[in-house]
Each structure stands twice: as structure tokens, then as C-alpha cells.
């Protein structure tokens, strides 16, 4: 606990923020720990908003498995080991905003969120949430490569609200009114849908290319990336 004096403000009691990303691997079948990485001070305590979300779901993938920090850095673990990889720096935003709360300064919320949701792997890109906090329609959708971490693509809006599908042997994310190319994340249609934040709070299952279309929309009013 760390004082804050205020002048003519009674003295008050602020938590210390500074904390540590940890990933741990647990054994399915015995609940044993597996392994242990910790990444010291490059996280910090506190939720994603007044619900309080923390953190986001890991992924494994061939191998490997990629985390996403309380401050937005990615961490690529060896699967077997635990063994570091690669990592990427905290996010901008976020490690200001941490630095700032540790100084007793005023944090805006929205730049202070917990990433949250889940990470995903479709057409050999990582999604990641990015300075999502809770809200479903804020925040960005950014597109990793699996090899060294470096973003390939962003795109407004939460990516818990995508699902996978595959249109034409292609490998897309569908929301409600939008299709991505998940491998550069460009735009391959989108229908009026889109434009209503009423539609955004539901995700949907796509079965087939045949399906998410009749889903989201009739083709003629599609409108086509440029």
C-alpha cells in the first residue's frame, strides 16, 4: 500500500500496482504443475472495468503456446518447457497508463483495461484482443504472425465477436455484417449489419460458407471491399 497525500485532501491509501504475468502449465491429468514463467513486473493488478474481467485466454498451437499480458505483451512459450520464444513489449497506451497509476496520477479507464476475451489461430495468424477492456464494441482486433509476433493487420472492434470460417478455401473471421481475410485482415464484404451497434453483442456459428452468408445477409446488398 502506497500513500497518496493530496493537498487539502485527507491522506489516502492506493494499492501498489506493479505485478508480474505469469503462465503456468498444468498436467490434464493430474492437476500437477507442469511448469512455471514468470515475467516480473511487466504486469499490474486490476480488472478490465467495474465487472472486473481479467486477462485473456491462452492458445496452444503445434507445439507452442501464446499468452497475452495484464499490459498487452505477447508471449510465445515453448508447450512442453515452458521455454520463452519470443515476447513483445507492453502495449503504448497500457504501460502508460500503468506508469502513470503507480506515480498517484489520474488514469483514464478505458486506456487502463485489462485486455480481455481470448486469443484465436485462423490461416497461421494469432488474434489478439487489443485495448479491449470489457466493452464489446471498443477496442481493436490485431493479426499476429505465429513466428516472430510482429502485427500483421488491425481492425476496429473486439475480437470475441468473431468466428472462424473458411469462404471459397479462403480463411475468414465472421461478425455480423462483416467478413475478414484472416491472413491480411482485409475486408472481404460487409452488409448495412454492420453499421448497427445493436447487432454486435452475439457471435455467431458459422457451419459453412453457404450458412454465414444466409446469416448475414442476402449477397445483393452486400457491399464489396475496395
Known sequence: IRDIGVTGVQTCALPILVADDVVIAIDAATGK???????????????????????????????????????????CLELATGKVLWQTPNEPALEKARQEALTGKPTNSKSFGVPTGWLMIHGGVLIVPVQTGYNLVSGR????????GKTLWEHPGHPGLLTYANLAGT????????????????????TKLAENKANYYFTLLSLSALAAAASLGDAPEAEAAP
Open 33 to 75: 504443475t507442469r511448469w512455471k514463467q514468470v515475467f516480473a513486473g511487466a504486469g499490474r493488478n486490476g480488472g478490465s472495468g467495474k465487472r472486473d474481467i481479467y486477462g485473456c485466454t491462452p492458445i496452444a498451437n503445434q507445439g507452442r503456446v501464446y499468452a497475452l499480458g495484464s499490459c498487452g505483451a505477447l508471449y
Open 141 to 148: 482486433t490485431r493479426g499476429v504472425g505465429l513466428a516472430d
Open 171 to 190: 480463411p475468414c473471421l465472421v461478425k455480423v455484417g462483416l467478413c475478414l481475410d484472416a491472413k491480411t485482415g482485409k475486408m472481404v464484404w460487409q
